[in-house]
Each structure stands twice: as structure tokens, then as C-alpha cells.
């Protein structure tokens, strides 16, 4: 890791230094253009911003991305977050200029091989999922969400159900489905999970109700538990009248084995960017697609890709839209890098995928030390949760100095704290693309971390020690607030 | 391929020590009627011949040469430093997630840091977020906050509002019951005054500048409208034009936000891009999306971790500001690279050069006897011809006879307006030359020759 503090670029900037020149019309056309603009439209001065030299730009963002953990440098078990492989051969294709300079107005007849790539991802993933139809609109799994739950309202609204605004979610669910189906206008109603982490079916039959406009779910659940009484939910839910959400979010685990529209799932979202290997770029872009069942296609996003009867592709509006969510067709680099991954993987590759990823999250379930207990028993799916519940309460150890000493020994930390059903907990998963080698190492670290607890515990508490920083003061952050760099705002002469 | 690395001896250790008797052992708790019994039918192939599949879509398109094509539209083509794609490739940025642990992902928070400063600076706001999907969903966000803020569900939007911008936010607010209502266009201005005496008390009232016709906006009179409503205003801004034109800082706009592509974001089909949102102080803990601060560690090192994160979804769940989560981090970063890159002159350099070769083409049109729909109103780098012959048939002879992309036609987004067939939106950036504009206006001159002359 890049070990010192690097100055922000304002700080380094020089006024009048230049960096890269964009082609330019002459000082004489500019300031003619200029003048033609009424002087109350025009800016008084040009805002502040950075004057560096290319090189001096270079070498600020190459230190910057020395500072960072990432898949290609570490294990990455982020669980929830499918931090596998990102294979660079979907970066090559997405990369081709037929596709990055494809203007997304352009006519239909000169974007027939980007509208192609949109219709054939459509069938594969129709194909994974066991659904009717797949719009790849959604810019990520949130969106998605936000889509199918906006879809799930359209219908009831069309059957004349306008009453049924509760959307039933289980209490272990992540927190993107509550605030999707609330910003796609329902209420949310909690179900309680089961002491093995599953639906509770008795709570989930009292909640169903004339109000109920659908559950959203997902399977394997986060607490990495296959909902294996999903048939009767299924049934649970559609005889009240209500339908099924699945959040792809864990399809990993599944994928090629099972499906959710087998399993009785109406509407479904999966990410891309994480069941399909594109790049999560520090937070994104994803693409979070949504397939549904047959009875709501014509429900589907603005624009929707179809093969017409002489072999061309062209967009059209399905007849009852929702409307378009995004300002043109979503995150079409991604679905380049997604479709790369399918065309590679095969029936045999997501197969594989499904299998590994689930035999990795249990050899790591079970060979941590004891310390890291499992709630749900010893089988779990692509990803395993442990919790050190018990030792925080004596030791006063948390889950988050755990994490952080973790980083100290190179891993990045498996998400904490969530499902937040399970009390200081770890959500570890490896995912299909890491070796035995690389898990025995881990497990290694997690048998060095739980002597730490019982021998050296304030080594925990002081974590990361290693690292160029330090632990951060996140409270300060929050109480102090600095979001932006003060610039001068009438120029960067300083 | 699946990529995965495991030999045979390893499954055979895994297995074991799992206490699993096979591979399909570890899906006993899924029922029997619901597992595949075999692989899907797809087909795998080769990385040579996902390669070549790829190669042959790629061809399928029409890739244009930049100088020759004129479309706009709400997405843009501007020069991008070669530096900056090499830099968002490197596997530190890309292939790292959310920074949920700080420490180790600095250089990601620091970016955004970054990132929201440059969008500060830019717009002359006090804060801003780390982004959004893009800028049609950047402004779904803001009406949202509106309606939070202000505890009314009107907001009064633009006619000269892109439509796609219009739509989206329709979709978007449905469920919250938001009514949107329209302040008309007065050629390829927004008439503001217009509204002055019957605005209800309402959430915001929207200014987009440029517009969709390339009209550049009297911010003052939006925020005179606003005010006159009690609302809040926001501010829908291409950032290319803030080097030169007011900035939403500078008109008082509550929030401004819009579509970051044009810092050097390639066109790649319409995504990813990459949304900016920024407001004003006062509204930080109404935001949504993800939000870097600035902090230091417990050695008193400067340091940058995700903060106020308690207005986020996993944390408030369905009372949180956005169901927001993984956002455009990637190409936010591209954005603030691209800025790093042209600095503050090559930025002024490149708004000016595109407002210079907009005038350029306008005026070389006019002596051609081809004419503005609305010459009094300033245009930043997009304006709508009125010409003398259809839209659909000008287009088709530019480009086939010309190979030239004039523009797109304004029939599909405002079929009311008058001989609403005729108009057509063009564009130049600082990648048309002097000479590839010549080339435009004798292509024109010649397409509608005879028409214009005996108009003119």
C-alpha cells in the first residue's frame, strides 16, 4: 500500500500549469462566442479547479488506487457482494469502439449489434431465471428493485386492487427492499424469521391479508439459508392474492442449479455486477435486470428489445409501461461485460459457478475456530454467518475490531453487522473464484485473530495497526462535517 | 469456464472436511423437485469466440467519426485524455467494492472527496454526493427531496425539460403520489413570467439549462418563480457549460444536479454514466446517495470515510432518504479524472470552444438561408433548426449522400410544436473543426438548395 498521506490536487495544482489540451477553437473565436451571451448568463469567473501536469495527474490517481484493497490484489469476502474474479476479457469487448462511441439516439438500423447483445443477454438470463421476459433497463440491484415492486402496484392497480399496499418483508432482508417498496408507495409489513433463519411460516400466514400486494424475498437468504419451504410461501402468498419478489442479490449461490421462477417467483432482479462478474468500480456500475413472469409483460420499462419476424432487432414501449426509469436504455457497458461472462460460463460454467461458490462458503464454515459460531447449523450456501455474540459479551471484542484486524493481515473484512438478525456477526463469502490456498490462509488468519481475543485482545481494539491509516474517527466525520474542499471560489491562484 | 481454480485432490480434501459426500451433496436442502437435474442448455464458449461474437456486434454498428456527427440529444461526444480510461482500468479502482472499510480503501474516498469538491466548484454549491445512476435519476432524486423538504407534492417542471428527463421522474415519483405540472416554453426559452401570478405553494420548481433545445435559462427569473412558491429550486445543469455560463450557486438554486457524461464519459450506447447531485448545506442530511467526509485517524491523520450514514437504506430501511445503494462510483471517478486532466483552463476551453462552433455552424446556416427555430434566445452547444425541407428527409440526404449525422429529430419529442416535421437538433463540441463545420453547411446548403433559395 502507497504509504503516505497524498495532498488533494488543489493542494498540488500551480495556476497556469496544464495538463492534457483539448482541441480548442482560437482565443480570438472563443472570446468572440463569449461576448454574444448576455452578460447575466455568463459566470463571473471560471470556478476553481485543479492545474496539474498530465504526469503529476497520473501519479496522484496511481497513488490514490495503491491506497485501496481490491479483488485483484486481495481476498475480498464481502458477503452479500459477490467480489469474484472480473475477468478482463469483458473489458477488452466493452471496450471495442463500436460500443463506446455508439450514440445511444442513434437510428435502429445503426445499432442493430448493441440491440442484438440487449436480446440475446434477454434470453439467457431468461433462461437462468425460468421467467417470461427480461428488461435490463435497471441501472442496479436498488433500481431493480424499485422496478419490480413499481410493476407488482401497476398490476394490482390495472386488476382494480388498488387496496393492496403492503408489501411483506422478512426481518433479516437487506435494507434496499423496505426502501424500494416504500418509494414504490407501499407499506412495509416485517415478518419474523424462524430460529434456523428461515420465514416463519405461521407469522407469514397471519400477515397475508386483502392488503397484501406481495413478499419480497430472497433465497438463499442472507442469512445464507436456502428458504427450502419456498413452494408453501409461494402458495402462501399467491392464494391471498399477492405476489412473489425475489432480490437476486444471492443468486450466486443458485445459479444454473435451481430457479427462482421455478421456485414460484413472479418478479425477479439479479446483479450483474455480482452473479455476473462486472466490475463493482468502488461502488458501482451495476446493472440490476428484472425478469417477470408472463402476466406482467406488458408491465415492462420503457424501452424493451425484440427480434422482429425478419431477423432485426428494434425497442418498443410494452403496452401498459411503467415509463422509462432511466434517462435512455441503462447501463449498456455493463450488460456488454455481463453478456461476455454468460457467452463464456454456459449451462456447464454457471453450473460450476453455483457449486464452487457453495463449497467454498462451507469449507470455511467449517473450519474457523470455534470462537466464530454458526447460528443455522453447518450447511450453508454461497456464503457462511458466523457470530461472535458470545465472546464480545466477555471479552468485549466486536465483530467491527475483528474486521479491522483483518486488514491489518491483508484480508479484506467480510461484511459486519448484517443480516442484522444475527447479533455481531460476519457474512462471509468467498465465492466460486478463490483456491483452497487462498481460504486455508484466511482461515489461518481467523485462528490467529481468535488467539488474539483470548490472549491479547487490545491488540483488537487498536486495529488497524499496520496500515497507513489508522482507524478513522467515523463519529468525527459525522459531527464535524467536511464534505468538500473549501476552493477558492474566484480562482485557484494560491 | 467458471473460472475457478479447483483440482480435483482439492474438492476431494473440501468435501471432506465438510463432511459432504459430493458436490451435489451441498444442495440436500433445496427440494429435490426444484434443483435442474442437468446443466442449462446454453452453449459455453471460448475467450477467443466471445472475442469474435463481440468483433461481429461491434460491426453491426454504425460507428461514427466524432467530426461527422452532430447528434446531441442529452448525451454528448467531447475529446477524453487517453490517461484517464487507462487509469479507471487499473484493478485497484475497478475491481474494489463500496468503501465500507475505510482503511483500506482511501484512495476510493479520497477520489469521491475529490469528486464532491470539483461538483462544488463547478456548480457553486456548499455540498455534494458521491453520484447518482445519471442525470434523468440525479433529478428523480431531487423532487423526492423536495417533497421531504417541504411536505407538498407539486413541482412545477420545464416543457424544455429533455423528455426523457420528464418520463423518468413521472415513473419515478407515481408512488409517492407526486403531481408534475409544466411551465410552457416560449420558443426555446422557459416563460418563467408566465406563472408568476397562478403557482400554487408547491415542493421545487425545476430550471434545466441548456435546455432541450439548447436555450440557455434566466436562472433568476426560475428562482423568482420558486420563491413566488415557496419552493425549493432545482437546477438541471450540463457541466460542460459551467465554466462560462451562471452557475447554479450563483442564481441561489437549492440543488442542482444533471448528467456527468459530458466530463469525459465515452457515449457507450447511453451508459454507464454517472449523475451529480449537489445542494445546499442546510439540506445534507435530506440527500440521498453515499457521501465521503473528511475525518482523521486516531494518529491525527487526514483520513475520508462514508458519513451521515444513518439517511441511508441499509440503516433507516424503508424510511431512508433513497433505496439508493451501489451507485456510477467508477465513472464518477472518470469524471473527476477527466477534470484533473484539462484543468481549470482546458475546461473554459472546451466550453467555449463549444459554444464558438455552435455559433459557427448557426451563422454559416443562415447565410445558407437555413434559419434558427428561435434566433433571439443564446444557445450553448445545441440548437434546433427550422428548415425548409423535412427533418426526416434532411437527415436521410446528409447522411447518405454526405456521411454526415446532422442531428436528431425534434418531431419525437415535441410533435405539437409548430411544423413540428422541420426541426432538427444539432450539436458541436470542441471535436467538430472549423472544417468539419464548412463541411456541414455546404452539405446542408446543397440538401436543401433549391427549397432555401426560394424561401430566403
Given at each position: 500500500m502507497y504509504a503516505q498521506t497524498i495532498p488533494l490536487i488543489n493542494e498540488k495544482s500551480s495556476h497556469g500549469r496544464r495538463g492534457v489540451l483539448p482541441p480548442s477553437a482560437s482565443e480570438q473565436e472563443r472570446s468572440e462566442a463569449l461576448m454574444r451571451v448576455p452578460a447575466k448568463l455568463r459566470r463571473k469567473a471560471a470556478p476553481a479547479m485543479p492545474e496539474v501536469s498530465e504526469l503529476e495527474a497520473v501519479r496522484h490517481f496511481t497513488r490514490l488506487s495503491q491506497k485501496n484493497f481490491s479483488i485483484d490484489g486481495q481476498f475480498y469476502p464481502l458477503g452479500s457482494c459477490t467480489m469474484k474474479y472480473n475477468p478482463r476479457i469483458n473489458e477488452k469487448v466493452a471496450a471495442m469502439a463500436g460500443f463506446q462511441r455508439l450514440h445511444p439516439m442513434q437510428e435502429e438500423a445503426d445499432i442493430q449489434g448493441s440491440l442484438r447483445i440487449y436480446h440475446d443477454l434477454q434470453e439467457i438470463l431468461k433462461e437462468v431465471l425460468g421467467l417470461e421476459a427480461v428488461t435490463l433497463t435497471p441501472a442496479a440491484g436498488a433500481q431493480g428493485e424499485f422496478v419490480g415492486m413499481t410493476i407488482i402496484k401497476a398490476y394490482h392497480d390495472a386488476q382494480g386492487n388498488h387496496d393492496r399496499d403492503e408489501v411483506l418483508i422478512p426481518d433479516s432482508a437487506h435494507g434496499t427492499n423496505p426502501a424500494s417498496a416504500a418509494l414504490a408507495g407501499f407499506k412495509v409489513r416485517e415478518v419474523k424469521s424462524t430460529k434456523?433463519?428461515?420465514?416463519?411460516l405461521e407469522s407469514l400466514r397471519a400477515a397475508v391479508s386483502e392488503r397484501t400486494a406481495g413478499i419480497m424475498l430472497t433465497n438463499p437468504n442472507t442469512c445464507g439459508v436456502f428458504e427450502n419451504d419456498i413452494r408453501e410461501i409461494a402458495k402462501i402468498v399467491h392464494e391471498a392474492g399477492g405476489l412473489l419478489y425475489y432480490d437476486g442479490a444471492n443468486l450466486n449461490a443458485i445459479v444454473g442449479r435451481t430457479r427462482p421462477g421455478d421456485m414460484g417467483f413472479d418478479v425477479v432482479h439479479m446483479n450483474l455486477h455480482k452473479t455476473f462478474s462486472t466490475p463493482h468500480g468502488g461502488g458501482g456500475p451495476g446493472a440490476g435486470p428484472v425478469g417477470v413472469a408472463k402476466r406482467l409483460l406488458d408491465f415492462l420499462p420503457d424501452p424493451h428489445v425484440k427480434k422482429n419476424a425478419d431477423e432485426s432487432y428494434s425497442f418498443y414501449r410494452p403496452s401498459k409501461s411503467i415509463g422509462r426509469v432511466m434517462g435512455f436504455h441503462g447501463n449498456a457497458g455493463v450488460l456488454v461485460r455481463a453478456l461476455a461472462y454468460a457467452l463464456a460460463q454456459g449451462g456447464t460454467g454457471f453450473w460450476d459457478v453455483a457449486t464452487y461458490a457453495t463449497l467454498n462458503a462451507n469449507y470455511v464454515l467449517n473450519n474457523l475456530p470455534p470462537v466464530f459460531q454458526r447460528p443455522f447449523g453447518d450447511l450453508c450456501k454461497h456464503e457462511a454467518l458466523v457470530s461472535i455474540e458470545r465472546i464480545s459479551r466477555e471479552k468485549g471484542i466486536k465483530a467491527f475490531d475483528v474486521a479491522k484486524r483483518l486488514l491489518d493481515l491483508n484480508f479484506h473484512a467480510p461484511t459486519i453487522y448484517f443480516p442484522l438478525v444475527v447479533h455481531e456477526c460476519f457474512l462471509i463469502e468467498p465465492t466460486e473464484t478463490e483456491s483452497r490456498e487462498t481460504l486455508d490462509s484466511f482461515i489461518s488468519a481467523m485462528n490467529q485473530i481468535a488467539d488474539e481475543i483470548a490472549n491479547d485482545p487490545e491488540k483488537l481494539q487498536d486495529a488497524p495497526l499496520s496500515l497507513p491509516t489508522g482507524r478513522l474517527d467515523e463519529a468525527g466525520a459525522a459531527r464535524e462535517l467536511n464534505v468538500c474542499c473549501r476552493w477558492d471560489y474566484s480562482g485557484a491562484d494560491s | 469456464m467458471a473460472y475457478t481454480p479447483h483440482t480435483p485432490a482439492d474438492v476431494e480434501i473440501m468435501l471432506k472436511s465438510i463432511g459432504a459426500s459430493s458436490l451435489d451433496d451441498l444442495f440436500r436442502d433445496i427440494p429435490a423437485e426444484l434443483l435442474?437435474?442437468?446443466?442449462?442448455?446454453i452453449p459455453a464458449m471460448t475467450e477467443f469466440e466471445v472475442d469474435a461474437y463481440f468483433e461481429e456486434r461491434a460491426a453491426e454498428n454504425?460507428?461514427?467519426i466524432p467530426g461527422r456527427n452532430f447528434l446531441g440529444a442529452g448525451a454528448y461526444q467531447h475529446f477524453i485524455p487517453s490517461a484517464s480510461l487507462y487509469l479507471i482500468g487499473r484493478g485497484e479502482f475497478m475491481t474494489c467494492y463500496t468503501p465500507y472499510q475505510a482503511e483500506v480503501s482511501q484512495g476510493t474516498l479520497q477520489a469521491i472527496y475529490e469528486f464532491q469538491s470539483h461538483i462544488c466548484s463547478l456548480t457553486g454549491m456548499e455540498v455534494a454526493n458521491?453520484?447518482?445512476?445519471d442525470g434523468a435519476t440525479a433529478l428523480a432524486e431531487a423532487l423526492t427531496m423536495a417533497i421531504r423538504e417541504k411536505r407538498k407534492n407539486i413541482a412545477y417542471l420545464p416543457e424544455l425539460l429533455h423528455p426523457h428527463y420528464r418520463e423518468a421522474c413521472e415513473s419515478f415519483v407515481q408512488g409517492l403520489g407526486m403531481e408534475l405540472r409544466t411551465i410552457p416554453a416560449n420558443g426555446a426559452q422557459t416563460d418563467y413570467a408566465s406563472l408568476m401570478d397562478s403557482i400554487e405553494p408547491c415542493a421545487a420548481v425545476v430550471v434545466a439549462?441548456?435546455?432541450?433545445?439548447g436555450g440557455i435559462e434566466d436562472g433568476d427569473a426560475a428562482r423568482a418563480l420558486a420563491d413566488k412558491g415557496n419552493a425549493l429550486l432545482i437546477s438541471v445543469v450540463n457541466p460542460t457549460s459551467l465554466p462560462v455560463l451562471a452557475a447554479p450557486g450563483d442564481y441561489g438554486a437549492d440543488i442542482a444536479c444533471g448528467e456527468a457524461q459530458p466530463l469525459g464519459i465515452p457515449l457507450s450506447f447511453g451508459g454507464p454514466y454517472a449523475g451529480f447531485f449537489a445542494s445546499t448545506k442546510k439540506l445534507i442530511r435530506k440527500m440521498p446517495g453515499r457521501i465521503v467526509g473528511k475525518t482523521t485517524d486516531k494518529d491525527g491523520k487526514d483520513g475520508y470515510v462514508l458519513t451521515l450514514q444513518t439517511r441511508e437504506q441499509h440503516i433507516r430501511?424503508?424510511?431512508?432518504?433513497?433505496?439508493?445503494?451501489?451507485?456510477?462510483g467508477l465513472f464518477a471517478l472518470l469524471t473527476v479524472i477527466y477534470m484533473t486532466l484539462l484543468g481549470k483552463e482546458g475546461l473554459t476551453e472546451v466550453a467555449e470552444t463549444s459554444l464558438a462552433r455552435t455559433q459557427q455552424l448557426a451563422d454559416g446556416l443562415a447565410d445558407a438561408g437555413i434559419r434558427l427555430f428561435d434566433a433571439a434566445t443564446p444557445h450553448f452547444h445545441e440548437v434546433a433548426l427550422k428548415l425548409p425541407i423535412s427533418a426526416d428527409e434532411f437527415r436521410h440526404r446528409m447522411k447518405e449522400d454526405h456521411g454526415i449525422l446532422p442531428g436528431f429529430e425534434l418531431k419525437n419529442w415535441y410533435p405539437n410544436f409548430p411544423e413540428a416535421e422541420k426541426l432538427l437538433l444539432v450539436n458541436c463540441t470542441e471535436v467538430h473543426t472549423g472544417a468539419d463545420i464548412d463541411r456541414f453547411v455546404e452539405a446542408a446548403k446543397s440538401v436543401v438548395g433549391a427549397e432555401a433559395v426560394a424561401q430566403a
Open positions: 434456523e433463519g428461515r420465514v416463519d | 435442474l437435474d442437468k446443466p442449462l442448455d454504425h460507428n461514427w458521491a453520484s447518482m445512476y439549462t441548456p435546455n432541450a433545445l430501511r424503508d424510511k431512508a432518504t433513497s433505496n439508493i445503494c451501489t451507485n456510477q
